[in-house]
């Protein structure tokens, strides 16, 4: 969908009917009937997995996978690959700040970032009713997967330098990455930072929002945006911070009440959530994802910004009954 997405933010504060917008988009391959390795491994199967749940769901937008495993692995991070989850990080690549120092920023393209890519520019070609937006990760969170996500969070106080090196590459890496698929017609992107959910407002403030900042003043515009992502224990505490990386729109994981986070942030901004992915849409039935979705959407829909969402990334074998049970709830909400 090519369009003015200053103009389309606008739009979802001031209807009145809010379609969802959850991160939904690996459990297409029970749609498929491939394995989340086929899925990983393939643009084409990844395009076409976008367009069927887009064909089947009442959504505001359409959103790529989040598999936070890419980026590190451009990297040279070893991951590891199952048939029926997302893959994972394993190990740490870097250990000090020599290993820091050593770090290459890989080229926009390499190991699976090029398979990504391409599945946004064909996804783009199938799905033209609404924007279609990538996933990306957060600087922080991709350092913490070169260094080890406990690791890095002691770094931050005890090597800060080998720490903000990483993250210069990280967000130089970043910036191009995201600029790539501007260039391959995604009308934005879902940036996941999760681990630095976990880290204080001052250490989220110096390590992550303030090289989120300056990603998104390299590629946001009126016809980009950046979407926040952060699903972390720690975010109610962070609001300020986060407010200040000057994301388009931020999205919010179900470890906080999400009418905790709309108390704190301004009117006009698009603030997404939280409906609890593994616990209620993965684990649930169609009467407890009905339940929670109306019981957030009561305690939220009081305020025009709010979006109802998942808290994180939908697992890939999360029943499709939850799921459309999850769209039937918002619909029925509005038109009751």
């Known amino acids: 969908m090519n369009g003015n997405m200053k103009q389309w933010l606008a739009e979802q504060i001031h209807t009145g009917y809010k379609k969802p917008l959850p991160l939904l988009s690996f459990p297409c391959v029970q749609m498929m009937g491939i394995s989340v390795r086929e899925l990983i491994s393939d643009s084409s199967l990844q395009a076409k997995g976008m367009a069927l749940v887009a064909q089947r769901v009442n959504a ?20 590891h690959v199952r048939d029926d989850e997302v893959p994972t990080v394993v190990g740490a690549l870097l250990a000090d700040e020599d290993d820091a120092k050593a770090l290459q920023i890989p080229p926009v393209g390499s ?113 980009f945006v950046v979407i926040y992502h952060n699903c972390g224990n720690a975010i109610g505490q962070q609001v300020e911070q986060i407010l200040s990386t000057g994301c388009a729109a931020y999205h919010f994981g179900n470890a906080v009440p999400m009418v905790q986070m709309l108390q704190q942030i301004p009117g006009d901004v698009l603030t997404m959530g939280n409906v609890d992915p593994a616990g209620v849409l993965r684990g649930g039935n169609p009467q407890t994802v009905r339940e929670e979705t109306v019981g957030i959407m009561e305690a939220c829909c009081q305020y025009p910004n709010f979006l109802i969402s998942s808290g994180c990334d939908i697992p890939p074998a999360t029943p499709w009954e939850n799921l459309d049970a999850f769209f039937a709830a918002a619909e029925e909400f509005y038109h009751q």
């Open 60 to 79: 505001a937008a359409a959103v790529s996978l989040m598999d936070l495993s890419v980026e590190a692995e451009a990297f040279g991070a070893n991951i």
């Open 111 to 223: 190991a699976r970032t090029g398979i990504y890519l391409e599945a946004i520019e064909k996804a783009t070609k199938l799905i033209t009713d609404r924007p279609v937006f990538a996933g990306v990760i957060g600087p922080f969170s991709l350092a913490g997967r070169l260094m080890d996500i406990s690791e890095a969070m002691i770094l931050c106080y005890e090597e800060p330098d080998m720490v903000k090196l990483t993250l210069e590459k990280c967000t130089a890496f970043l910036i191009e990455y995201i600029k790539a698929y501007k260039k391959a017609g995604a009308n934005g992107v879902a940036m996941a930072e999760p681990a630095a959910g976990l880290l204080s407002p001052a250490l989220c403030q110096e390590f992550s929002c303030d090289y989120i900042r300056t990603i998104v003043d390299a590629v946001q515009d009126d016809d």
